[in-house]
């Protein structure tokens, strides 16, 4: 019973630690520099089976919602902590809610180092937020790339 209770709250803060590491930025960027020495930009189209960015529960693709997806690498030796950011654009008619799944690959796709998620919510129709999640695989190699795997974009409450 105690294995199962740890479970469960091992669970529910995984969860909890996620949602908090998103913040909300809805400032629209008016350039966008080529990444730096210590950003490696997304694979944008290699994604599931078919090519195809998964849409999940979604009734419509919204792939094209996310942009600017870019793996930002920390140079702490103590403590490093890599984050993925990434652009989302509600291309939608009304306020949705997004989940966004980023897989960490090798750059010819060969190895999967971790996967990391995105949570937007009551995103509003034609507003923009940038998000980040952190990596938590420390030796992942720097030519590492950021893959969205699926856009789950649903109406908000």
């Not at 949602?19 to 990444?35: H, I, N, R, Y």
């Amino acid at each position: 019973m105690r294995t199962r209770t740890a479970a469960t709250a091992a669970a529910v803060l995984l969860a909890l630690v996620g949602a908090g590491c998103s913040t909300e930025d809805t400032t629209s960027p008016t350039t966008s520099a080529p990444p730096t020495a210590d950003e490696t930009p997304v694979e944008e189209v290699d994604t599931e089976e078919g090519g195809e960015v998964s849409q999940g529960l979604g009734s419509q693709d919204a792939s094209g919602d996310v942009t600017d997806v870019t793996i930002v690498w920390s140079d702490d030796e103590f403590m490093p902590m890599h984050e993925v950011t990434a652009k989302v654009t509600n291309n939608s008619e009304k306020r949705s809610d997004y989940s966004i799944t980023i897989a960490i690959e090798s750059p010819d796709g060969a190895v999967r180092y971790e996967e990391t998620y995105l949570y937007v919510d009551g995103l509003e129709s034609g507003q923009t937020t940038t998000e980040k999640t952190l990596l938590f695989e420390e030796d992942t190699p720097r030519d590492a790339v950021a893959v969205v795997k699926k856009v789950e974009r649903l109406a908000s409450s």
